[in-house]
């Protein structure tokens, strides 16, 4: 319909004729929330620019960093990302300069991943942009209505992974 796009100016008179009026309120409201999720998406994909990185790899950065400094398995490091270990293991083979493929002394058929020095790096010129743009958010909303939001969309996709329509 009007996905990333402006509505028009009326969106119930412009539905009347697709849509009972849940559906039209319910419609808007999910592109409204597409719209702003598109724009928070830009703008870290802005920020993370400035460093040379994409929003993947400075997703995977911070989970390397702060959920798991001592490594992860390919496989733990793609579910951490929402993500599957082919479109994972594309990412880290782009940015060889990033992270460190190993293999785990134990079982060599697991590779285990980890920051590189460079990843290192990178991730702490980008971070400190990063906190201070969603600071600049949460100041634009005030925390109430910031916490709101953010539980609410944690919310949210905890019901879109459940499966409901």
């Known amino acids: 319909m ?8 009326d969106p119930m008179e412009a539905l009347a004729g697709e849509l009972d009026a849940e559906a039209i309120g319910a419609q808007v409201g999910l592109y409204t929330l597409a719209r702003a999720g598109y724009a928070v998406l830009s703008s870290i994909e802005q920020i993370a ?22 490594g992860v398995s390919m496989s733990r490091a793609a579910d951490a990302l929402d993500i599957k270990p082919p479109s994972l293991t594309e990412i880290v083979r782009s940015a060889p300069d ?21 990843g290192h790096r ?19 909303l005030g ?3 910031w916490n709101t939001l953010v539980g609410e ?13």
């Open 122 to 140: 990178r991730l702490g010129g980008a971070l400190p942009q990063m906190a201070a743009h969603a600071v600049s958010l949460e100041n634009a």
């Open 98 to 118: 990033l992270f460190v493929r190993s293999t785990n002394g134990a079982d060599h058929r697991r590779v285990m991943l980890s920051a590189s020095p460079e």
């Open 49 to 70: 620019a400035r460093h040379d990185l994409t929003p993947t790899q400075f997703r995977l950065l911070m989970v390397l960093r702060f959920v798991h400094p001592d």
């Open 153 to 165: 969309a944690d919310r949210l996709f905890e019901v879109i992974q459940e499966g409901s329509p």
């Open 143 to 145: 925390a109430d209505a």
């Open 2 to 9: 009007f996905i990333f796009g402006p509505l028009p100016d």
